[in-house]
Structure formats: C-alpha cells, structure tokens
C-alpha cells in the first residue's frame, strides 16, 4: 500500500523492473535463546517471484524460512503476534487488579498455573508493555479494521487495561 506505489510512480513495474517482499522483524531484545538468526522468518512477497526471491535470500542467513501468500499475510502475521501478547497482558493486569483487594498474590497464580503442561502461557503483569510494537502495532490493525467499518473492541479494551496500568503501578507506590 505505501511502497509499491511510490516506486511505480517512476514508472517501473512490480515483478519486472523490481520485486516487492515483506518479512516482518520477529525480536525479543535481551533474549539470548532466541536471537534473530534462530527465529523463523516468515515472508511474503508481491508476487511469486518476488516470494522466491526473499525465500532464498533469508534462506542464506536463517535456520527456517515461513513463506505466506503475500505482504499482507506477512504483516498480519506480526499483527498477530503482537495483538496475542498486548490482550493476555492486559488479562494479567486486570486480574492484578481484581485478585489485590481479595488478598491473591498474582504472581503465586502465574507460578501454579504455568505448571499446567496444556493450555496455559504465562504472562506477566506490570506498568507498561515494553518494546516499541506491541503498544502500538494493535491500534494499526484498529485503523485499518476502521476503514472497513469493523471495530476492535477487544484490542481496543486490552489497550485501555494496559495503558491505565502506570497510574495503578504509581498509586500503589504512593501507598507503599
């Protein structure tokens, strides 16, 4: 949607004159386990050329390659990630929130929750999302969610939950 026209408007084409792929950046900053050459590099290209092209390029630098059917299924895919993390974040926060007045420590929860083998993913609550994609990478989907006339409510919610959290986090302070 941005570069494709800004490169045709000097009158090349997509697919002859260049090839137009997308692979989003997959980080956790600080984590030595995961780094970006063990991540798996999903990317999707314009067309299918563009697709082989960026294949084999990451293929050269990274252990497993996810090819999707386009640029969009690419960003999505980020979208995704980063959507899935903000909303059980926000989950975490409010039931700090709800469990602090009834005496329940939620990090002792987290702890015996995560020691189920299935169905269960520890997430963490605190003052603020960290990073700089997962505060903002949901209210993109929002916009564009906009323009179809859908709304996000609960991307939207999970933004409120986790953006009241630094006022809950200083109130606390203040009380301590």
Same mark, same amino acid.
């Given at each position: 949607?941005?570069?494709?026209?800004?490169?045709?408007?000097?009158?090349?084409?997509?697919?002859?004159?260049?090839?137009?792929?997308?692979?989003?950046?997959?980080?956790?900053?600080?984590?030595?386990?995961?780094?970006?050459?063990?991540?798996?590099?999903?990317?999707?290209?314009?067309?299918?050329?563009?697709?082989?092209?960026?294949?084999?390029?990451?293929?050269?630098?990274?252990?497993?390659?996810?090819?999707?059917?386009?640029?969009?299924?690419?960003?999505?895919? &980020?979208?995704? @990630?980063?959507?899935?993390?903000?909303?059980? #974040?926000? %989950?975490?926060? !409010?039931?700090?929130?709800?469990?602090?007045?009834?005496?329940?420590?939620?990090?002792?929860?987290?702890?015996?929750?995560?020691?189920?083998?299935?169905?269960?993913?520890?997430?963490?609550?605190?003052?603020?999302?960290?990073?700089?994609?997962?505060?903002?990478?949901?209210?993109?989907?929002?916009? &564009?969610?906009? @323009?179809?006339?859908?709304?996000?409510?609960? #991307?939207? %919610?999970?933004? !409120?939950?986790?953006?009241?959290?630094?006022?809950?986090?200083?109130?606390?302070?203040?009380?301590?």
């Amino acid at each position: 949607e941005v570069m494709r026209p800004i490169l045709e408007e000097t009158g090349l084409v997509s697919g002859r004159d260049f090839f137009l792929a997308y692979s989003p950046e997959r980080e956790d900053p600080g984590n030595i386990t995961f780094t970006t050459s063990t991540i798996p590099k999903v990317v999707g290209g314009d067309d299918e050329g563009a697709r082989r092209l960026a294949v084999a390029l990451y293929e050269q630098v990274v252990p497993q390659v996810v090819p999707v059917s386009g640029t969009r299924t690419a960003e999505a895919t &980020k979208l995704t @990630e980063n959507i899935f993390r903000s909303v059980n #974040i926000a %989950l975490v926060n !409010e039931l700090k929130i709800v469990f602090e007045p009834m005496g329940i420590d939620i990090w002792e929860v987290i702890e015996a929750a995560k020691t189920k083998p299935f169905g269960f993913m520890p997430f963490y609550p605190g003052p603020g999302l960290g990073g700089h994609c997962i505060p903002i990478d949901p209210f993109y989907l929002t916009w &564009k969610a906009r @323009e179809h006339q859908i709304s996000t409510r609960f #991307i939207e %919610l999970a933004g !409120e939950v986790n953006t009241m959290m630094p006022r809950h986090v200083v109130d606390r302070l203040a009380l301590a």
